[in-house]
């Protein structure tokens, strides 16, 4: 069974930087594809980026393309995002997400992290 534990999350300034993880405590990390989805208060659930399992392809939603990277380390059983020049309305639980299906759909995903908070203030 695979279990999905992320961190990273915190407090950044807007323009900053913050790395988040996603750590698989299970022996299955490399069959599945990977992403990150994150909820603001009060909102629904949305899509910001998806990588194959063999890292060979990603996709990004488009209110993230060119500050987001979205890789993984299948020897680390490790999935990261990495968030550059960071906005207040990026604030948000971000979740990662797995699944054997590409590219990723919220109602096909198959295993959920507990989520990390990330929160940029102005």
């Known amino acids: 069974q695979v279990h999905l534990v992320e961190s990273g999350g915190g407090l950044v300034q807007a323009g900053g930087s913050l790395r988040l993880s996603c750590a698989d405590s299970g022996s299955t990390f490399s069959i599945y594809h990977m992403g990150w989805f994150r909820q603001a208060p009060g909102k629904e659930r949305e899509f910001v980026a998806g990588?194959?399992?063999?890292?060979?392809?990603?996709y990004y939603a488009d209110s993230v393309k060119g500050r987001f990277t979205i890789s993984r380390n299948n020897n680390k059983n490790t999935v990261y995002l990495q968030m550059n020049s960071l906005k207040p309305e990026d604030t948000a639980n971000y979740y990662c997400?797995?699944?054997?299906?590409?590219?990723?759909?919220?109602?096909?995903?198959?295993?959920w992290g507990q989520g990390t908070l990330v929160t940029v203030s102005s």
């Open positions: 990588i194959t399992w063999s890292g060979d392809n990603t």
């Open positions: 997400a797995a699944d054997s299906v590409y590219p990723l759909r919220y109602s096909y995903i198959e295993l």
